[in-house]
């Protein structure tokens, strides 16, 4: 059973910064495609980042490029999202994602499972 756990999440004020982990079990880690994805309160489940799962490739949705940046440790199974420069718009729960029969993944069909989220609030 794929287990994802998303941690780091918090309140920090506007133009601070986060590290959220997500820690994966029951899966091949190192050839699953990663993701992080953000639900703001009364939208959907936004795309924020990926990785094909060699890890040389990354995807960044356009609202967090030049702010964030994902990797991963495959040793430790990890997934990591350092989030700098954020603004009260980044505010949402951040969920954590694997596609597990895919080597690259951005679309929300795409992922197979996920975590149970992390709350990060930027206050201005």
């Known amino acids: 059973q794929v287990q994802l756990a998303e941690s780091g999440g918090g309140l920090v004020q506007a133009g601070g910064s986060l590290r959220l982990s997500c820690t994966a079990s029951?899966?091949?880690?190192?050839?699953?495609?990663m993701g992080w994805f953000r639900q703001a309160p009364g939208k959907g489940r936004a795309f924020v980042a990926g990785?094909?799962?060699?890890?040389?490739?990354?995807y960044l949705a356009d609202s967090v490029k030049g702010r964030f940046t994902i990797s991963r440790d495959n040793a430790k199974n990890t997934l990591y999202l350092q989030m700098n420069s954020l603004k009260p718009e980044d505010t949402a729960v951040y969920y954590c994602?694997?596609?597990?029969?895919?080597?690259?993944?951005?679309?929300?069909?795409?992922?197979?499972?996920w975590g149970q989220g992390t709350q990060v609030t930027v206050s201005s």
């Open positions: 029951g899966l091949t880690f190192s050839s699953s495609a």
């Open positions: 994602a694997a596609a597990t029969s895919r080597t690259v993944a951005t679309l929300i069909g795409d992922f197979d499972s």
């Open positions: 990785m094909y799962w060699r890890g040389a490739t990354t």
